[in-house]
């Protein structure tokens, strides 16, 4: 088993993983990471840069043309082992996705499982890439069509599910056969580091899976490098809708493959003949998963006026037997939103709904 964290506090893995090796920025330049529990610093990692960026690139690029050729039994038994270690190091990969992003630790484990459970879909799909045989107009003709994999691949991950994210674009990228540079979100990079990390003990072959740690002030410069570099073929991005838009049209200039996951806009709706128990228990589940910070979130309910009262009374007291708290605690049922700019912009939506004319029904007693 790894040794994901010294204690239960401090992470042991805190550099990039470039080529296979643990690595400080070339500037030497670090920044920190923070609980948002408590807002109390937690580790630092390298705040790379362009130069970070091109020597990731440029050993990925080394790899894929080694990987591409390898057998899909090869490449399926490392992601299951990958996959193994995941699971055999779960407990320690859910208290740091719960220590540096906020989400309780039950939930944790539960995007921890999630994870593996993509690596073992992938170590199969490798086996199942199949080409077709296309009938032919001529007797002279013999067509025929052979899938091969595309070449560097970069990816840039968001912080609320900041391994499953990952599991879902590394894991589909190595199992085709190309190679990945991936740059976490500045609020949770000690996740991705370390679940690269399994993948390293695992005996993912040096240069398949970097990791580009950077501060959001310079996020920017290595997304130009992610998206314009002659050697990355494609970009696979999960985030909001105009960060997306920027990477489309910079990615568009070599015209490159994009896949983009952006901004949801979920209504939830209850029916007069809704099993109104049932509804409020998959509200609860839905909006409060994460603090509400999930892409599929609902940001509306409408609920039939004959089931209203009823709907409401129920998720008044659900809401009210929840608890708020330190996201380690097992007793917590949400914890704190991912930093101080996310509670702002939440004061500020209930402020306005207020002046709008809602009304706020419960509140912790602390507030």
């Excluded at 089931?307 to 659900?318: A, G, S, T």
Aim: hydrophobic share 45%; net charge negative; glycine share 6%.
């Amino acid at each position: 088993m790894a040794t994901l964290l010294l204690d239960n506090k401090t992470p042991a893995f805190n550099k990039g993983l470039i080529d296979g090796k643990w690595l400080d920025a070339i500037s030497g330049a670090c920044f920190d990471v923070f609980a948002p529990s408590t807002n109390k610093k937690i580790s630092e990692v390298p705040d790379m840069l362009l130069d970070d960026a091109l020597v990731a690139i440029e050993a990925a690029h080394k790899a894929f043309k080694e990987w591409k050729g390898v057998s899909p039994k090869v490449k399926s038994n490392l992601i299951r082992q990958w996959s193994r270690l995941v699971v055999e190091n779960a407990e320690e990969l859910a208290v740091i996705i719960s220590l540096e992003q906020g989400k309780p630790k039950k939930e944790a484990y539960i995007e921890v499982k999630s994870s593996a459970a993509y690596l073992d879909w992938f170590a199969e799909e490798t086996r199942r890439i199949y080409g077709d045989i296309i009938p032919e107009n001529q007797d002279s003709q013999y067509l025929s069509v052979i899938k091969e994999p595309i070449g560097v691949v970069s990816a840039i991950t968001p912080w609320n599910f900041p391994v499953s994210m990952i599991a879902r674009k590394a894991a589909p990228a190595i199992a085709a056969g190309c190679a990945i540079v991936i740059k976490p979100s500045e609020e949770t990079p000690l996740s991705a580091i370390a679940f690269a990390g399994l993948a390293k003990e695992a005996g993912i072959p040096p240069g398949l899976i970097n990791i580009v740690t950077t501060s959001r002030e310079n996020s920017s410069k290595v997304g130009a490098a992610l998206t314009q570099h002659e050697f990355v073929r494609k970009l696979s991005f999960t985030g909001s809708t105009n960060v997306g838009k920027k990477l489309m049209a910079q990615c568009s200039q070599g015209v490159k493959k994009v896949s983009l996951e952006l901004g949801g806009n979920a209504p939830f709706i209850v029916f007069e003949d809704a099993d109104v128990e049932l509804a409020v228990d998959g509200l609860i589940a839905a909006k409060l998963r994460n603090a509400g910070q999930t892409c599929i979130s609902p940001n509306r309910v409408f609920v039939h006026d004959s089931v209203l009262e009823q709907f409401l009374d129920l998720l008044y007291n659900k809401v009210k037997a929840l608890t708020v708290g330190d996201s380690l605690d097992p007793k917590t049922d949400i914890g704190p939103l991912i930093n101080h700019q996310s509670v702002l912009k939440v004061t500020d939506q209930l402020r306005d709904a207020e002046n709008l004319g809602g009304q706020i029904l419960l509140k912790r007693e602390s507030d």
